[in-house]
Every structure is written in structure tokens, then in C-alpha cells.
């Protein structure tokens, strides 16, 4: 009996020995790193959101851009056109006390250049004024608003004054001509020619 128990624990023993010896312990991880599994997150959590504006200028448009060059830009008009329009009263003019301060425009007056104030017309378009005492003629841009004076439809600079001959008496009758752009353009180069002629002699 004593021999079958001794056999008998004999074989226990072998079989704790095998089995110790098949499972892995801490110091067979450590040495042989390659052999400890791997858990995947991916499939666990959705990936981070983009930072804003770090990578999505990368990522090409799902269509060609539709944004219009400057071969597609049309032309720019420099102003209305006001050929349509003519009228006739008393002309004033305003000079060096409005000189600098803001127009109705927003331009700054300047009493030596060529503009005027009307109370309806366009800003920003161009008449041509003509002295009916004397038939001098200016052309002028309206940028302002004005007169506020009974009697009066338009103020004049105090340059376009001077060439319509009007300085000294302060009022004048006058005929007033709409122009278009292309008029005006004209009739200003003509204007300047005719006024640097004047100078010389």
C-alpha cells in the first residue's frame, strides 16, 4: 500500500512539474518582448477630429473651384450718366471758408479744382456749365450738394468760377448740360488744353 501512495504522489509531482513549466511567467515577457500580445483600440474608439484649419487645406475640393478670375471681371464704369439732363438758373460759387471740409461725396472740397454742388444730380457726375452772359464754358463734377439758397441751382468751385468769368460778381445766369462719361472725358482733356494755352499767354 505504502508503495502505490508513494507512486501515486509521485506522478502529482511530475504533473505540477510539466505544467509549471509550459505557462509563461513574468520573466519570459520580459525577456522575449515580441511575444506579448497586442490589444487594438481602433475598432474601440473613433479617431480624433482634425484641428481647425490644420489639415483641411489639404484635402482637395470635392469640385474645381468656382471663384472668377480677373480675365472674367467686367469693365468699371467711373460714373453715371446724366446726358439727359439740362437746366437753367443762377449759378454761385463757394471757395477758400469750404476749402478742405468734407463733401457729400466724401471727397474733401478743394476750392481749385473743377466741381460743383447740385441739389439732384448724380454724385459723381459731369455737366457742362456755360456763362450765358459772356458763353464761357466749364466742365465740372458734381461731388456736393447744394445751393441751399432760393434762386440758385448750382454752386460752383471757386476754379470753375474763375473761368467762367463769374468771380466778381458772385451769381450768374448759366445753362447747365448733362454729359456722358465719355463726353466728359473729351470735353476735360479739351478743357486742360485750352487752360494750359491760356497760362502760356
Not at 480675365?71 to 446724366?82: E, N
Request: proline share 6%.
Amino acid at each position: 500500500m505504502n508503495a502505490r501512495f508513494i507512486r501515486h504522489v509521485g506522478s502529482l509531482l511530475a504533473v505540477g512539474v510539466l505544467a509549471g513549466c509550459a505557462a509563461p511567467g513574468s520573466g519570459d515577457v520580459a525577456s522575449n518582448p515580441q511575444t506579448t500580445p497586442s490589444v487594438s483600440t481602433s475598432s474601440a474608439r473613433s479617431p480624433a477630429p482634425l484641428a481647425f484649419d490644420s489639415h483641411l487645406a489639404n484635402v482637395p475640393a470635392a469640385q474645381p473651384s468656382q471663384t472668377p478670375s480677373l480675365a472674367d471681371a467686367q469693365p468699371i464704369t467711373s460714373g453715371p450718366d446724366a446726358s439727359n439732363f439740362e437746366q437753367k438758373g443762377k449759378a454761385s460759387w463757394y471757395g477758400r471758408m469750404f476749402h478742405g471740409r468734407k463733401t457729400a461725396s466724401g471727397e474733401k472740397f478743394n476750392m481749385n479744382a473743377m466741381t460743383a454742388a447740385h441739389r439732384t444730380l448724380p454724385l459723381a457726375s459731369w455737366v457742362r456749365v456755360t456763362n450765358e452772359a459772356n458763353h464761357k464754358t466749364v466742365v465740372v463734377k458734381i461731388n456736393d450738394r447744394g445751393p441751399y439758397v432760393h434762386g440758385r441751382v448750382i454752386d460752383l468751385s471757386y476754379a470753375a468760377a474763375a473761368v467762367l468769368g463769374m468771380r466778381g460778381s458772385g451769381t450768374q445766369k448759366v445753362k447747365i448740360e448733362g454729359l456722358t462719361q465719355q463726353e466728359a472725358r473729351t470735353a476735360r482733356q479739351e478743357q486742360a488744353q485750352a487752360l494750359a494755352d491760356d497760362s502760356v499767354n
